[in-house]
């Protein structure tokens, strides 16, 4: 085990723990963003740069600073490092400079694009960057490519975080997607613009920070912060997918099937393109209950689930404050079950 | 002149060939080495002070100390001759004219090492440069200089040579590796080092050809002896490709320590700049290196006169000084337009950006446009300060230095010539004519 310092805070976190994560066991404001890194991708990190941080004191052996900024998402924790995310003024300079690169060639298109609302770019500049750009030149723009049926490739809007070539690379088994070109004129692509037909290629959607991916069955059909999040799960008879899902309503119609994301976007299980692109009834799914969103972007700012109170911290309450409650509910309160106080 | 140590015999008829260089001494060191332990071989080369000849300027010897060595796990050692940096091309000229040099070089730091198998990555253009070494090692297998049993030692080392596709980026060490791999030739995060998990996530040393070629004098006279040529920690001789304005452009082979002054001017070396005119500035080590003003490079700060060591072009910081770099030295007369020079530079590190991290991928683009546009009499002043916020941005916080060989020209031009770049604003229609310079007063605080 090692014990560090993250932002004064002390954590203790098993050796070989990556910075980032350390930093993610802590939680809340103190979590370096993270465009590229994806838990679940190995070889995944390192490149967007957004997740730098300053360590002020290497080791306890070695308590020297490190001469530049690390990327905290590759950079695993010695026993008593000392990392400044948000103390540092540096830090904080740096990543307003990566807000501004990320964002000179992006087509800042979000009014039309699918991904508003649950965009890792979109939530990273407005909690990061400013609100002008010194960018004068043209912007970079590519063809759209299609890659199929079910996905929508637009490179414009990419910002090159290779998680899904990771994904195509470590899901699928022949892999048919890569980067193509150097510098600002890379770009993701099936060579010679073939189609992506795995059964799992649909996750690429969700790994996806930015609406350079999107589902083609999801296209233009809504906002997202106007739709539902629902948990569900079917029968898969897919072997490697077992049908885990987050399901979309808007009204009574399953918009969207995602599979379900962690606190920091990141997939818990992969699922197969059956469920995601083809089972879009009620009919087809047992359905769970809502979806927690706990995140700071748009998609999550109309809750409609019941916030879970534990049902011991209300016995607990004093008669009055509870009779109180009833009378005037500051929120709703709800028992394990949703059901109502 | 100074001694020569690697160039000796470079002008001799047929020295390309086996047979007539082991009649000038080769393959001595082998022998030599062969005699040795493995790590008397490394003792040697950390004796002898030795910095990678490379551009960064690392001792090799403690670089071959640090290579991991679990039991039962190929090692490997690995020669960069993607030489691409703008302004140097003394490997290219050793390889081409000593290609048995750097193949005993290869096969002393291989027994060095422990590793069976090496490989030199040549750059993808070099491909006549390719075809000599080929020729060269097959010699070498002949002569029982390399394959099984080396000379009856017990040692065996396979040598082969790999041509890159032509990309800048592959002559940092990692991407190196990953194109040897057979991979694209992306910089790969660190750590872990090459020295823990490098080609094929095996030990592995990467040494520029220069470095290695160097072992060879080395070992033949010894560590000690070696060291006590140069100036302080900028020991032995150096490789310089000479470019740019001069009146006897070229390779020399130089003693560390001689003053920048003497190389430039003297009969002996490059001859004073060409149809006698004064110099401006000089790139001192390769095109990622800061550029210097005319009284920056031929005297420090402080006044003393500058000399050709890797502690002297660095004296002062980046603030007066620069760096020793690969050794490519471009010299500039008075007709040079910094502002062109400076977009150029930046146009070639904007096309050579591997664009895997953002910061590089997106800034070397847009340092390319402003001036682009600066030097085309579209700029205002507001974007002088802008490439500099720019550069610094990049600097430092990308993934391998390319990021850092973009910024540093960039920011250094307008360190030093501000000016010039003042007056491309002011007066766009004068600075946009053909051949049109800025010839106002140079003097620097």
């Known amino acids: ?341 | 002149m100074g001694r020569k140590l690697l160039t000796e015999h470079v002008n001799v008829e047929g020295i390309e060939t086996f047979a007539v260089y082991r009649k000038h001494g080769g393959y001595r060191a082998v022998e030599k080495a062969l005699k040795m332990t493995p790590e008397e071989v490394v003792e040697e080369v950390k004796k002898s002070g030795l910095r990678g000849r490379g551009g960064a300027g690392f001792p090799t010897g403690l670089k071959w100390s640090f290579l991991a060595k679990p039991e039962g796990v190929p090692r490997y050692l690995v020669c960069n001759a993607d030489e691409s940096e703008p302004g140097t091309f003394k490997d290219r000229y050793l390889m081409a004219k000593l290609p048995h040099l750097l193949i005993e070089g290869m096969i002393a730091g291989s027994y060095a090492l422990g590793a069976r198998t090496s490989y030199i990555y040549i750059r993808g253009e070099l491909l006549y440069v390719l075809r000599i070494l080929e020729k060269a090692i097959a010699e070498a297998y002949a002569a029982g200089f390399l394959g099984e049993n080396i000379q009856g030692s017990g040692y065996s080392l396979d040598l082969h040579v790999h041509p890159g596709g032509g990309a800048y980026i592959c002559g940092e060490e990692t991407a190196l590796l990953e194109s040897l791999e057979g991979k694209r030739g992306n910089p790969r995060n660190k750590p872990p080092f090459p020295a823990v998990q490098g080609l094929y996530a095996r030990p592995t040393v990467v040494n520029n050809v220069e470095s290695i070629a160097t072992v060879v004098p080395i070992l033949n006279m010894g560590g000690d002896e070696y060291a006590k040529i140069g100036v302080g920690k900028s020991t032995g001789t150096k490789l310089f490709s000479a470019c740019g304005h001069l009146n006897k452009p070229g390779i020399y082979e130089l003693e560390l320590g001689v003053p920048v002054e003497e190389f430039i001017y003297s009969d002996e070396y490059c001859g004073g700049i060409w149809k006698g005119r004064e110099l401006k500035a000089v790139v001192a080590g390769g095109s990622s290196v800061p550029i210097l003003p005319k009284e920056l490079i031929l005297k420090t700060a402080a006044g003393e006169p500058r000399l050709m060591t890797y502690e002297s072009l660095s004296d002062g910081g980046f603030v007066t000084g620069t760096m020793l770099g690969s050794g490519g030295f471009i010299a500039m007369d008075e007709t040079t337009c910094i502002v062109k020079n400076t977009w150029n530079f930046s146009r070639f590190y904007h096309h050579e950006s591997c664009g895997q991290c953002s910061p590089c991928r997106e800034g070397t683009g847009w340092l390319e446009k402003v001036l682009h546009r600066l030097e085309h009499g579209h700029g205002s002043m507001h974007d002088i300060d802008l490439i500099v916020s720019v550069a610094k941005q990049i600097e430092g916080n990308t993934i391998c230095p390319l990021g850092e060989a973009a910024a540093w020209p960039v920011a250094a031009a307008v360190r030093h010539f501000r000016d010039e770049f003042e007056w491309h604003v002011t007066h766009p229609k004068e600075a946009t004519q053909p051949g049109a310079v800025y010839r106002g007063n140079l003097v620097l605080a």
């Open chain 1, 1 to 341: 085990m090692a014990k560090i310092t993250f932002d004064g805070i002390e954590v203790e976190v098993p050796d070989g723990t990556t910075i980032l994560n350390a930093a993610r066991k802590i939680g809340g404001g103190v979590v370096p963003p993270a465009m590229c890194y994806y838990t679940p991708l190995k070889g995944s990190g390192g490149k967007c740069r957004a997740c730098l941080v300053r360590v002020a004191a290497g080791s306890t052996k070695d308590p020297r600073p490190m001469p530049k900024l690390v990327a905290s998402c590759i950079t695993p924790v010695q026993d008593g490092m000392v990392v400044e995310n948000t103390t540092s003024q540096q830090v904080l300079d740096v990543r307003k400079g990566i807000v501004e690169m990320l964002l000179i060639n992006h087509p800042l298109d979000c009014p039309v694009c699918d991904q508003a609302g649950e965009c890792d770019l979109q939530n990273f500049a407005f909690e990061h960057g400013v609100s002008t750009t010194r960018y004068e030149e043209e912007r970079r723009t590519f063809e759209k490519i299609d890659i199929g049926p079910y996905i929508q490739l637009h490179m414009t809007r990419c910002i090159l975080c290779y998680r899904c070539v990771y994904t195509a690379d470590q899901l699928t088994d022949a892999r048919v997607h890569g980067v193509l070109g150097r510098g600002d004129a890379s770009e993701i692509g099936t060579y010679i613009e073939n189609t992506i037909s795995n059964d799992f290629s649909g996750n690429v959607i969700d790994v996806c920070p930015v609406g350079a991916l999107t589902d083609k069955t999801f296209r233009f059909k809504q906002r997202v912060w106007f739709t539902k999040p629902v948990n569900a799960h079917r029968e898969c008879s897919h072997e490697k997918c077992n049908g885990h899902v987050t399901l979309w309503y808007k009204g009574k119609d399953v918009l969207r099937v995602t599979a379900r994301k962690d606190e920091y976007g990141e997939v818990k299980e992969w699922i197969c393109n059956e469920c995601r692109f083809e089972k879009k009834e009620t009919a087809d799914w047992i359905i769970e209950g809502p979806a927690h969103i706990d995140r700071s972007s748009v998609i999550a700012q109309n809750h409609y689930e019941l916030p879970v109170i534990n049902p011991q911290v209300i016995a607990d309450l004093p008669e009055s404050t509870v009779r109180e409650l009833e009378k005037n509910p500051p929120l709703k309160l709800g028992g394990p079950n949703g059901t109502s106080f």
